[in-house]
Protein backbone atom coordinates (compact mmCIF):
# COMPACT_ATOMS: atom_id res chain seq x y z
CA UNK A 1 0.00 0.00 0.00
CA UNK A 2 1.49 3.57 -1.11
CA UNK A 3 1.45 5.61 1.73
CA UNK A 4 1.63 9.31 1.63
CA UNK A 5 1.56 10.38 4.87
CA UNK A 6 -0.51 9.00 7.76
CA UNK A 7 -3.26 11.53 8.30
CA UNK A 8 -6.23 9.64 10.02
CA UNK A 9 -7.24 6.12 10.95
CA UNK A 10 -10.35 5.68 8.51
CA UNK A 11 -8.37 6.34 5.53
CA UNK A 12 -6.08 3.44 6.43
CA UNK A 13 -7.63 1.06 3.45
CA UNK A 14 -8.03 3.58 0.89
CA UNK A 15 -5.92 1.76 -2.09
CA UNK A 16 -5.94 4.84 -5.06
CA UNK A 17 -3.68 7.38 -5.88
CA UNK A 18 -4.11 9.65 -8.06
CA UNK A 19 -1.72 13.03 -9.60
CA UNK A 20 -3.04 16.55 -10.23
CA UNK A 21 -1.37 19.60 -11.73
CA UNK A 22 -2.26 22.43 -9.86
CA UNK A 23 -1.14 26.05 -10.61
CA UNK A 24 0.42 28.04 -7.88
CA UNK A 25 0.15 31.38 -8.61
CA UNK A 26 1.97 32.52 -5.39
CA UNK A 27 5.89 30.93 -7.36
CA UNK A 28 4.44 31.80 -10.84
CA UNK A 29 4.87 27.77 -11.66
CA UNK A 30 3.14 24.98 -12.05
CA UNK A 31 3.26 22.92 -9.21
CA UNK A 32 2.63 18.68 -8.82
CA UNK A 33 0.14 17.85 -6.60
CA UNK A 34 -0.15 13.89 -5.60
CA UNK A 35 -3.04 12.48 -3.83
CA UNK A 36 -2.34 9.35 -1.57
CA UNK A 37 -4.61 7.82 0.69
CA UNK A 38 -4.16 9.85 3.36
CA UNK A 39 -3.32 13.46 2.39
CA UNK A 40 -2.22 15.47 -0.84
CA UNK A 41 1.44 16.84 -1.20
CA UNK A 42 1.67 19.81 -3.65
CA UNK A 43 4.71 21.39 -4.68
CA UNK A 44 7.42 21.95 -5.24
CA UNK A 45 7.23 25.78 -4.58
CA UNK A 46 10.78 27.47 -5.20
CA UNK A 47 13.07 30.20 -4.87
CA UNK A 48 16.49 30.06 -5.44
CA UNK A 49 17.74 26.63 -3.39
CA UNK A 50 14.99 26.07 -1.13
CA UNK A 51 11.95 23.74 -2.20
CA UNK A 52 8.60 23.48 -0.17
CA UNK A 53 6.01 21.03 -0.32
CA UNK A 54 2.42 21.91 1.49
CA UNK A 55 0.99 18.30 3.23
CA UNK A 56 -3.05 18.69 3.60
CA UNK A 57 -5.35 16.96 5.06
CA UNK A 58 -7.50 15.44 7.36
CA UNK A 59 -6.43 16.30 11.27
CA UNK A 60 -7.97 14.41 14.54
CA UNK A 61 -7.56 17.18 16.90
CA UNK A 62 -9.13 20.34 15.45
CA UNK A 63 -11.37 20.39 18.92
CA UNK A 64 -8.08 20.74 21.25
CA UNK A 65 -7.18 24.87 21.54
CA UNK A 66 -3.32 24.54 21.23
CA UNK A 67 -0.98 27.36 22.05
CA UNK A 68 1.74 27.80 20.75
CA UNK A 69 4.81 29.20 23.18
CA UNK A 70 5.18 32.30 21.27
CA UNK A 71 2.05 33.54 21.97
CA UNK A 72 1.71 32.46 25.32
CA UNK A 73 5.26 33.97 26.34
CA UNK A 74 2.85 37.22 24.64
CA UNK A 75 0.02 36.90 26.23
CA UNK A 76 1.72 36.00 29.22
CA UNK A 77 -0.14 33.24 30.08
CA UNK A 78 3.34 31.02 30.25
CA UNK A 79 6.02 31.84 31.90
CA UNK A 80 9.54 30.16 31.57
CA UNK A 81 12.07 30.63 34.28
CA UNK A 82 15.98 30.52 34.72
CA UNK A 83 17.04 27.98 37.15
CA UNK A 84 20.81 28.11 37.03
CA UNK A 85 21.18 24.39 35.57
CA UNK A 86 22.60 24.96 31.18
CA UNK A 87 20.68 21.97 30.97
CA UNK A 88 16.85 22.64 32.05
CA UNK A 89 14.67 25.39 33.01
CA UNK A 90 11.13 25.76 35.02
CA UNK A 91 7.51 26.46 32.69
CA UNK A 92 4.58 26.78 33.87
CA UNK A 93 0.98 27.41 32.15
CA UNK A 94 -0.97 29.59 34.52
CA UNK A 95 -4.11 29.74 31.53
CA UNK A 96 -7.45 28.07 33.28
CA UNK A 97 -8.24 27.49 28.96
CA UNK A 98 -5.63 27.11 26.75
CA UNK A 99 -3.21 23.92 26.68
CA UNK A 100 0.03 25.49 25.26
CA UNK A 101 2.85 23.20 22.69
CA UNK A 102 6.35 23.42 23.40
CA UNK A 103 8.03 22.84 19.57
CA UNK A 104 11.41 20.89 20.17
CA UNK A 105 14.30 23.09 18.85
CA UNK A 106 12.32 26.49 20.23
CA UNK A 107 14.72 28.82 21.50
CA UNK A 108 13.95 31.29 24.15
CA UNK A 109 15.42 34.41 24.50
CA UNK A 110 17.36 35.66 27.62
CA UNK A 111 18.00 34.24 31.19
CA UNK A 112 21.62 33.83 31.72
CA UNK A 113 21.93 32.15 28.42
CA UNK A 114 19.49 31.37 25.83
CA UNK A 115 18.00 28.14 25.29
CA UNK A 116 16.69 26.03 22.76
CA UNK A 117 13.70 23.46 24.24
CA UNK A 118 15.45 19.80 23.56
CA UNK A 119 11.71 17.82 23.36
CA UNK A 120 8.20 18.82 22.35
CA UNK A 121 6.41 19.44 25.98
CA UNK A 122 2.12 19.76 25.68
CA UNK A 123 1.54 21.79 28.43
CA UNK A 124 -1.77 21.14 30.11
CA UNK A 125 -3.97 24.20 31.65
CA UNK A 126 -2.58 25.06 35.18
CA UNK A 127 0.30 23.12 35.06
CA UNK A 128 2.06 24.28 38.05
CA UNK A 129 5.90 24.27 37.79
CA UNK A 130 7.11 21.55 35.24
CA UNK A 131 10.66 20.72 34.77
CA UNK A 132 12.15 21.39 30.94
CA UNK A 133 15.03 19.68 29.44
CA UNK A 134 17.09 22.70 27.54
CA UNK A 135 20.18 23.07 25.67
CA UNK A 136 22.17 26.23 25.34
CA UNK A 137 22.27 27.88 22.00
CA UNK A 138 24.76 30.66 23.35
CA UNK A 139 28.41 29.87 24.84
CA UNK A 140 29.79 31.88 27.57
CA UNK A 141 27.46 34.12 28.98
CA UNK A 142 26.06 33.60 32.17
CA UNK A 143 24.46 37.13 33.76
CA UNK A 144 22.38 39.79 32.23
CA UNK A 145 21.89 40.72 29.02
CA UNK A 146 20.69 44.53 28.59
CA UNK A 147 18.03 45.52 29.73
CA UNK A 148 16.63 41.64 29.82
CA UNK A 149 15.54 40.18 33.01
CA UNK A 150 18.36 37.15 33.70
CA UNK A 151 15.26 35.01 36.10
CA UNK A 152 12.73 34.31 33.07
CA UNK A 153 12.65 34.32 29.12
CA UNK A 154 10.58 36.53 27.67
CA UNK A 155 10.33 35.97 23.99
CA UNK A 156 10.09 33.03 21.37
CA UNK A 157 10.51 34.07 17.84
CA UNK A 158 12.86 31.23 16.56
CA UNK A 159 13.30 27.48 16.38
CA UNK A 160 16.74 25.54 15.31
CA UNK A 161 17.84 26.72 12.26
CA UNK A 162 19.18 23.51 10.67
CA UNK A 163 19.02 19.27 10.57
CA UNK A 164 22.11 19.57 12.33
CA UNK A 165 21.04 21.03 15.47
CA UNK A 166 17.94 19.60 15.78
CA UNK A 167 19.82 16.04 15.83
CA UNK A 168 22.15 17.12 18.29
CA UNK A 169 19.70 18.62 20.67
CA UNK A 170 16.86 16.09 20.09
CA UNK A 171 18.59 13.01 19.13
CA UNK A 172 22.57 13.05 20.03
CA UNK A 173 21.26 15.47 23.01
CA UNK A 174 24.90 16.62 23.40
CA UNK A 175 25.58 20.02 24.45
CA UNK A 176 29.25 20.29 22.93
CA UNK A 177 27.73 19.26 19.62
CA UNK A 178 24.83 21.53 19.84
CA UNK A 179 27.56 24.78 20.31
CA UNK A 180 30.00 23.43 17.64
CA UNK A 181 26.78 22.77 15.42
CA UNK A 182 25.65 26.86 16.37
CA UNK A 183 29.27 28.32 15.49
CA UNK A 184 29.75 26.64 12.36
CA UNK A 185 26.38 27.73 10.99
CA UNK A 186 27.39 31.12 11.86
CA UNK A 187 30.31 30.96 9.72
CA UNK A 188 28.20 29.49 6.75
CA UNK A 189 26.13 32.28 7.24
CA UNK A 190 28.86 35.08 7.52
CA UNK A 191 30.21 33.63 4.31
CA UNK A 192 27.04 33.28 2.91
CA UNK A 193 25.20 36.56 3.54
CA UNK A 194 28.17 38.57 2.31
CA UNK A 195 28.48 36.66 -0.55
CA UNK A 196 24.27 37.54 -0.98
CA UNK A 197 24.38 40.68 -0.25
CA UNK A 198 27.15 41.77 -2.25
CA UNK A 199 29.10 43.36 1.15
CA UNK A 200 30.90 41.86 4.06
CA UNK A 201 28.62 40.69 6.85
CA UNK A 202 29.67 39.39 10.21
CA UNK A 203 25.80 37.78 11.86
CA UNK A 204 27.93 37.60 14.90
CA UNK A 205 26.71 39.85 17.91
CA UNK A 206 29.11 42.28 19.64
CA UNK A 207 26.69 42.06 22.76
CA UNK A 208 27.49 38.10 22.43
CA UNK A 209 29.31 36.51 19.56
CA UNK A 210 27.88 32.74 20.46
CA UNK A 211 24.28 33.85 21.10
CA UNK A 212 22.40 32.11 17.72
CA UNK A 213 19.11 34.10 18.75
CA UNK A 214 21.21 37.30 18.13
CA UNK A 215 22.80 35.78 15.21
CA UNK A 216 19.28 35.58 13.97
CA UNK A 217 18.24 38.74 14.11
CA UNK A 218 21.22 40.01 11.88
CA UNK A 219 19.83 43.12 10.26
CA UNK A 220 21.43 42.11 7.03
CA UNK A 221 20.72 38.56 7.32
CA UNK A 222 17.12 39.29 7.60
CA UNK A 223 17.18 41.34 4.40
CA UNK A 224 18.40 38.36 2.86
CA UNK A 225 15.78 36.52 3.87
CA UNK A 226 13.45 38.61 2.83
CA UNK A 227 13.99 37.45 -0.57
CA UNK A 228 12.64 33.67 0.03
CA UNK A 229 10.39 34.98 2.24
CA UNK A 230 8.31 37.17 -0.40
CA UNK A 231 8.12 34.38 -2.65
CA UNK A 232 7.22 31.35 0.25
CA UNK A 233 5.90 33.61 3.11
CA UNK A 234 1.73 33.33 1.40
CA UNK A 235 1.95 29.78 0.71
CA UNK A 236 -0.81 29.55 3.19
CA UNK A 237 -3.24 31.73 1.93
CA UNK A 238 -6.72 30.78 0.55
CA UNK A 239 -5.97 27.30 2.01
CA UNK A 240 -7.70 25.56 4.62
CA UNK A 241 -6.45 22.26 5.17
CA UNK A 242 -2.84 22.29 5.35
CA UNK A 243 -0.99 20.45 8.18
CA UNK A 244 2.28 20.26 7.33
CA UNK A 245 5.29 20.77 4.96
CA UNK A 246 8.84 19.53 3.75
CA UNK A 247 11.49 20.97 2.53
CA UNK A 248 14.60 19.94 0.08
CA UNK A 249 17.56 22.39 0.27
CA UNK A 250 19.91 22.11 -2.82
CA UNK A 251 17.85 19.50 -4.26
CA UNK A 252 17.89 17.17 -1.16
CA UNK A 253 15.19 16.35 0.63
CA UNK A 254 15.82 17.40 4.42
CA UNK A 255 12.71 17.36 6.98
CA UNK A 256 8.88 17.58 6.78
CA UNK A 257 7.13 18.86 9.73
CA UNK A 258 2.80 17.34 10.82
CA UNK A 259 0.81 18.68 12.91
CA UNK A 260 -2.66 16.71 13.91
CA UNK A 261 -4.10 20.25 14.37
CA UNK A 262 -4.53 23.22 11.17
CA UNK A 263 -4.49 26.23 13.68
CA UNK A 264 -1.41 24.76 15.54
CA UNK A 265 0.56 24.60 12.29
CA UNK A 266 -0.61 27.96 10.92
CA UNK A 267 0.65 29.41 14.42
CA UNK A 268 4.04 27.97 13.97
CA UNK A 269 4.32 28.47 9.97
CA UNK A 270 6.20 31.38 10.36
CA UNK A 271 8.85 30.28 12.78
CA UNK A 272 9.21 26.84 10.67
CA UNK A 273 9.65 28.59 7.63
CA UNK A 274 12.14 31.20 8.64
CA UNK A 275 14.02 28.29 10.37
CA UNK A 276 13.94 26.41 6.45
CA UNK A 277 15.35 29.53 5.08
CA UNK A 278 17.78 30.36 7.26
CA UNK A 279 19.34 26.84 6.36
CA UNK A 280 18.94 27.31 3.00
CA UNK A 281 21.11 30.68 3.04
CA UNK A 282 23.60 28.86 5.24
CA UNK A 283 24.06 25.99 2.62
CA UNK A 284 23.76 28.64 0.02
CA UNK A 285 25.72 26.78 -3.20
CA UNK A 286 25.53 29.22 -6.72
CA UNK A 287 27.43 26.73 -8.51
CA UNK A 288 25.18 24.06 -7.89
CA UNK A 289 22.50 23.34 -10.18
CA UNK A 290 19.20 23.19 -8.37
CA UNK A 291 17.26 19.78 -9.75
CA UNK A 292 13.90 20.13 -8.83
CA UNK A 293 12.50 16.93 -6.68
CA UNK A 294 9.61 14.92 -7.25
CA UNK A 295 6.72 14.51 -4.60
CA UNK A 296 7.36 10.94 -5.03
CA UNK A 297 10.55 11.07 -3.44
CA UNK A 298 8.66 12.74 -0.53
CA UNK A 299 6.60 9.99 -0.45
CA UNK A 300 9.05 7.28 -0.22
CA UNK A 301 10.81 9.42 2.54
CA UNK A 302 7.67 9.73 4.59
CA UNK A 303 6.92 5.69 3.91
CA UNK A 304 10.52 4.71 5.25
CA UNK A 305 10.63 7.04 8.19
CA UNK A 306 6.93 5.37 8.96
CA UNK A 307 8.15 2.09 9.05
CA UNK A 308 11.12 2.40 10.84
CA UNK A 309 12.29 0.72 14.05
CA UNK A 310 11.22 2.28 17.28
CA UNK A 311 14.32 3.34 18.90
CA UNK A 312 13.18 4.69 21.98
CA UNK A 313 9.70 6.13 24.35
CA UNK A 314 8.99 8.23 27.09
CA UNK A 315 5.79 9.68 28.27
CA UNK A 316 4.08 11.65 30.79
CA UNK A 317 0.79 12.49 31.94
CA UNK A 318 0.36 14.67 29.26
CA UNK A 319 2.49 13.19 26.36
CA UNK A 320 4.50 10.33 24.91
CA UNK A 321 6.76 10.77 22.53
CA UNK A 322 8.84 7.95 20.42
CA UNK A 323 11.78 7.90 18.21
CA UNK A 324 11.50 5.82 15.15
CA UNK A 325 14.89 4.91 12.95
CA UNK A 326 15.53 3.57 9.89
CA UNK A 327 19.31 3.56 7.82
CA UNK A 328 18.29 6.90 5.89
CA UNK A 329 15.51 8.34 8.44
CA UNK A 330 14.76 9.64 12.17
CA UNK A 331 11.21 10.55 13.24
CA UNK A 332 10.15 11.93 16.11
CA UNK A 333 6.27 11.33 17.26
CA UNK A 334 4.93 13.12 20.20
CA UNK A 335 1.26 11.84 21.17
CA UNK A 336 -1.50 13.33 23.34
CA UNK A 337 -1.89 11.31 26.09
CA UNK A 338 -5.03 13.11 27.47
CA UNK A 339 -6.78 12.82 24.13
CA UNK A 340 -6.69 9.34 23.33
CA UNK A 341 -3.06 8.72 22.64
CA UNK A 342 -3.32 11.00 18.97
CA UNK A 343 -0.19 11.95 17.16
CA UNK A 344 0.10 15.54 17.82
CA UNK A 345 3.32 16.46 16.37
CA UNK A 346 5.79 14.51 13.95
CA UNK A 347 9.25 16.05 12.73
CA UNK A 348 10.44 13.55 9.70
CA UNK A 349 14.90 13.77 9.19
CA UNK A 350 16.77 12.92 6.27
CA UNK A 351 19.86 11.28 6.95
CA UNK A 352 20.96 9.90 3.57
CA UNK A 353 21.53 11.94 0.19
CA UNK A 354 18.71 11.82 -2.02
CA UNK A 355 20.54 8.98 -4.50
CA UNK A 356 19.62 6.41 -1.54
CA UNK A 357 16.29 7.12 -1.21
CA UNK A 358 15.54 6.99 -4.53
CA UNK A 359 17.47 3.62 -4.73
CA UNK A 360 14.97 2.51 -1.55
CA UNK A 361 11.45 2.73 -3.57
Known sequence: MTIAIQFAAHYFNMKTACFKILCAALTGCVAFATQGELGVITGPFTHRNLQIFLIAGESQLEHQNYIS??????????????????????????????????????????????????????????????????????????????????????????????????????YGQNQSDVWSNVAEQQLKLNGNVSRLSKKKVDTRDAISGTSLQLTLENKEFNEVKQEYF???????????????????????????????????????????????????????????????????????FCQTALSGTIEKGSGSSSNAARTLISPTTILFETRDSRSGGLWLHRTFINQAPRETLDLQR
Do not use: H
Open 230 to 300: KELERLLEEKSDVIGFAFAINGELNTAELYNNKKLFRALWPKLLDSAVTEAIAEYDSDRKLKELPISQVEA
Open 69 to 170: LSEALTNGSVVVKETGNVSELQVQNRSKSGTVFLNAGDIVKGGRQDRTIREDLILQTRSGWIPLPSFCVENGRWTKRGSEDATVFAENSKILPSKKLKLAAR
